[in-house]
């Protein structure tokens, strides 16, 4: 099955407490992105890479740090969440990063910072 | 900068009648591309249309936009709502082609459809 894939699907945590998502596309595509979608279903890019090099880097805490092995997995790290970080983490990729190529979105990681 | 907006947070229809998604932009490159995505409850965010070409409609499962760089907007229609269509409805600007690539979104409408 060719899609994006995300893990895990839901996370609990304290504040202060480090947690790590990860995300993986069977797609063979080169560009990959995280984005946030707060509980107003705002939904705004963080990061984007393409072929592991960083293309993108919205103004984002620098507690969020975007980690890429190869152009199939792009995992985003936070260190010492804050009950702001509460939100779903979407993760998407496409061919290329010229901006015309659809995006495909993977089902989200849920965070909830207590 | 670069923005997109959605009037209409919620869009509440009976089924049957016309569905109208209200998308304006705002950019200071000519060569815009539009999108709208939709996301269905507990189910991935996906692309429903897209277009760069301006006055040429744009037609996807039964859903149709047409992009007009006059009055820079990208409203999605369908003339007839069905139950299945609700969803939240994203309309999305890409940032100049070739550049960085990224979207910029709206604030996304939902769309409830009534028996």
């Known amino acids: 099955e060719t899609a994006v894939f995300q893990t895990p699907n839901y996370h609990v945590t304290q504040v202060g407490n480090e947690v790590s998502f990860n995300c993986k596309q069977t797609l063979g595509h080169d560009t990959m992105y995280w984005y946030k979608q707060d509980s107003k279903k705002l939904l705004k890019i963080m990061f984007s890479?393409?072929?592991?090099?960083?293309?993108v880097n919205e103004t984002v805490p620098r507690r969020f740090s975007p980690q890429s092995s190869d152009k199939a997995h792009l995992n985003l790290r936070i260190k010492s969440v804050e009950p702001e970080d509460s939100a779903v983490y979407l993760c998407?990729?496409?061919?290329?990063?010229?901006?015309?190529?659809?995006?495909?979105f993977g089902p989200g990681t849920r965070l909830l910072v207590l | 900068g670069d923005s997109v907006t959605q009037k209409e947070g919620l869009v509440t229809l009976t089924e049957g009648l016309p569905v109208m998604l209200n998308c304006t932009y705002q950019?200071?490159?000519?060569?815009?591309?539009l999108f709208w995505y939709v996301h269905y409850l507990n189910e991935s965010p996906r692309l429903l249309l897209k277009s760069s070409t301006d006055n040429k409609r744009t037609e996807h499962q039964g859903f149709h936009a047409t992009l007009h760089k006059s009055s820079s907007s990208f409203h999605l229609q369908k003339s007839s709502a069905q139950l299945s269509d609700s969803a939240l409805y994203y309309c999305a600007l890409s940032d100049l082609p070739g550049n960085t690539g990224k979207l910029i979104f709206g604030l996304g409408t939902t769309l409830q459809v009534q028996p």
């Open positions: 950019t200071i490159y000519s060569n815009a591309f």
């Open positions: 890479y393409n072929n592991k090099q960083l293309i």
């Open positions: 998407a990729s496409s061919l290329d990063w010229g901006g015309q190529d659809t995006q495909y």
